[in-house]
């Protein structure tokens, strides 16, 4: 049986998936950027939990990544509507169905990459905070 976190971090990655990118998990950056852009979602650190007695609880707020990129002439303009179409995706069920208290998105900070040979590669890093709770800090 999944644990809490892998439960919300599959139900993160089915979320994105939805998106018209190339959504892949913890995979390393392929050779080829699809035209529609790909996002790489990463399981980022659940940091130090804040803990309540009785019922003993462990109260994450864990940081996944969503690395975003884009290539192509109007990368400007793809990358924009990806970070957009993300943030609704995000919006419109803010508890994954239940799964957490809350998510939420934090402002991505865009880097223009060359690459020899080829269009430039727009990227940016946007981290998630998930906020949820369970029993057992392993489970």
């Not at 971090?9 to 913890?26: E, P, Q, Y």
């Not at 990129?69 to 179409?85: K, M, W, Y």
């Not at 040979?117 to 940016?124: H, Y």
Request: glycine share 8%; charged share 20%.
């Amino acid at each position: 049986m999944p644990t809490t976190r892998e439960t919300i971090l599959a139900a993160l990655h089915t979320r994105l998936s939805a998106l018209s990118a190339t959504v892949l998990r913890g995979d390393v950056l392929p050779e080829r950027v699809p035209a529609a852009g790909l996002l790489i979602l990463r399981d980022g650190e659940p940091g130090d939990p804040e803990v309540t007695l009785s019922p003993l609880r462990y109260h994450y707020q864990h940081r996944a990544e969503i690395e975003v990129i884009v290539q192509g002439a109007s990368r400007d303009t793809a990358f924009d509507s990806l970070c957009a179409n993300i943030g609704a995706a995000l919006a419109a069920d803010r508890t994954l169905g239940g799964l957490c208290d809350w998510v939420e998105a934090e402002a991505p900070q865009p880097v223009d990459l060359p690459v020899d040979g080829a269009a430039s590669l727009k990227a940016a890093v946007i981290p998630v905070v998930l906020h949820y709770s369970t029993a057992d800090p392993l489970g």
